[in-house]
């Protein structure tokens, strides 16, 4: 079984390290615990490495966050995968930090490149992992939070936050989104 996990980002060492790169920070920490590297290609970075009898493509798309569908539509069809067969890791403002929520399904949110990924797959019914960026910003400053770098109290739990990403992307390839879901929302 094959799946495809695409980590919404921007491409380009300004945005690298900020709150809405958390896509591209966690297909990244898979990758390394992989041993697995990203290479150039079409709309995306690629990386894919086997678990257990399954495979898991890797993409960070290089499309920018708004037009994030053109590489999730051209990498299920390259790779002839279903959109149950996709995670979409995004951020949200809308969960405190850290926490981290599975979806089988459901809208945009407002999110830009979730809202892409709809439009050009025709269809909300694919699964999603929010993480958490929190929503602690001064009105009319929300541009500035989410392209902002995270703060030093979020950088001391990041990366086990991203770890716990990362079990439950493989969560979701072993045992399915439902499993997923039950698993990790109550953490």
């Known amino acids: ?6 980590g919404l980002g921007n491409p380009g060492p300004e945005y690298a390290d900020t709150r809405h790169n ?5 297909v990244d920490a898979l990758a390394h615990r992989f041993e697995t590297t990203f ?7 690629t990386a894919s490495f086997r678990h257990k009898g399954r495979t898991f493509i890797l993409i ?11 590489a999730v539509r051209y990498w299920l069809e390259q ?12 951020d949200d403002l809308a969960l405190p930090f850290g926490k981290v929520r599975l979806r089988a ?15 050009l797959l025709g269809t909300e ?5 929010r993480f958490g960026i929190g929503n602690e910003f001064a009105r009319g400053r929300q541009s500035e939070h989410v ?11 990041l990366a086990d936050r991203i770890e716990l990403v990362g079990k439950a992307v493989l969560q979701f390839g072993f045992l399915g989104i439902a499993q997923a879901m039950n698993s990790f929302n109550k953490r």
Do not use: C
């Not at 019914?125 to 992992?129: E, I, K, M, V």
């Not at 902002?148 to 979020?154: A, I, K, N, Q, V």
């Open 60 to 70: 960070k798309p290089q499309t920018f966050m708004n037009l994030s569908g053109k």
């Open 125 to 129: 019914a694919f699964p999603r992992l």
């Open 22 to 26: 958390i896509g591209f920070q966690a």
């Open 105 to 119: 399904s459901g809208g945009a949110g407002g999110h830009n490149g979730l809202t892409s990924i709809i439009e």
């Open 39 to 45: 290479s150039p290609n079409r709309y995306a970075d």
């Open 147 to 157: 392209l902002g770098t995270w703060s030093t109290e979020e950088r001391e739990s």
């Open 79 to 90: 790779e002839g995968l279903s959109p149950e067969q996709l995670l979409v890791i995004t």
């Open 1 to 6: 079984m094959k799946y495809l996990i695409a």
